[in-house]
């Protein structure tokens, strides 16, 4: 009787463990923003799913170069929930960064989601700042098909080191 009241009690908390070590399911497939409605919680309010098509879905322009003539050298094509309704509460984003040589994105920092840089053309120095007590920079250069990930809530950073035009996601 004691060891089934142990292997009970053994399997109790491991089946606890593995309950509270998961992501909690979407209680639905999507929730395609709906622009119209009078509440807003977490985003937008969910549009009703019979009205979503795949174009809420869809963002076109990524591929257009942007303007880096100001003082940065750099352009941030960033399409939100306003160009692309299903991204709403999702939780993630994807950008374009064009660079002039010479270009910078500033440190910033992205609290609730990690980032992943995509090189397409030219050289890219990148380059994140651990937290406390280190606040140690770890960095990389970059080429054309490297990919850097980016911690989340840590200060990011990128600089381009010659002609290119990297693309940049957020995830």
Same mark, same amino acid.
């Given at each position: 009787?004691?060891?089934?009241?142990?292997?009970?009690?053994?399997?109790?908390?491991?089946?606890?463990?593995?309950?509270?070590?998961?992501?909690?399911?979407?209680?639905?497939?999507?929730?395609?923003?709906?622009?119209?409605?009078?509440?807003?919680?977490? $985003? /937008?309010?969910?549009? !009703? =799913?019979?009205?979503?098509?795949?174009?809420?879905? #869809?963002?076109? *322009?990524?591929?257009?170069?942007?303007?880096?003539?100001?003082?940065?050298?750099?352009?941030?094509?960033?399409?939100?929930?306003?160009?692309?309704?299903?991204?709403?509460?999702?939780?993630?984003?994807?950008?374009?960064?064009?660079?002039?040589?010479?270009?910078?994105?500033?440190?910033?920092?992205?609290?609730?989601?990690?980032?992943?840089?995509?090189?397409?053309?030219?050289?890219?120095?990148? $380059? /994140?700042?651990?937290? !406390? =007590?280190?606040?140690?920079?770890?960095?990389?250069? #970059?080429?054309? *098909?490297?990919?850097?990930?980016?911690?989340?809530?840590?200060?990011?950073?990128?600089?381009?080191?010659?002609?290119?035009?990297?693309?940049?996601?957020?995830?």
């Amino acid at each position: 009787m004691a060891n089934l009241m142990l292997s009970l009690s053994l399997l109790a908390i491991t089946w606890s463990s593995l309950a509270l070590a998961h992501e909690p399911s979407p209680l639905q497939d999507f929730c395609v923003a709906d622009f119209n409605a009078p509440v807003r919680v977490n $985003g /937008f309010a969910c549009l !009703d =799913p019979k009205q979503v098509t795949s174009d809420h879905f #869809l963002f076109r *322009g990524l591929n257009i170069p942007g303007n880096t003539s100001n003082p940065l050298g750099a352009f941030i094509n960033r399409p939100t929930v306003l160009q692309i309704p299903g991204l709403n509460t999702l939780g993630i984003s994807t950008v374009r960064v064009d660079y002039r040589p010479g270009g910078v994105v500033p440190p910033h920092r992205h609290p609730r989601a990690s980032e992943i840089l995509t090189v397409l053309e030219g050289t890219v120095l990148v $380059g /994140f700042v651990t937290s !406390d =007590p280190e606040n140690r920079l770890i960095s990389k250069v #970059l080429q054309k *098909g490297d990919v850097f990930v980016f911690p989340s809530a840590l200060f990011t950073s990128s600089k381009t080191l010659g002609k290119g035009m990297p693309s940049q996601s957020h995830f």
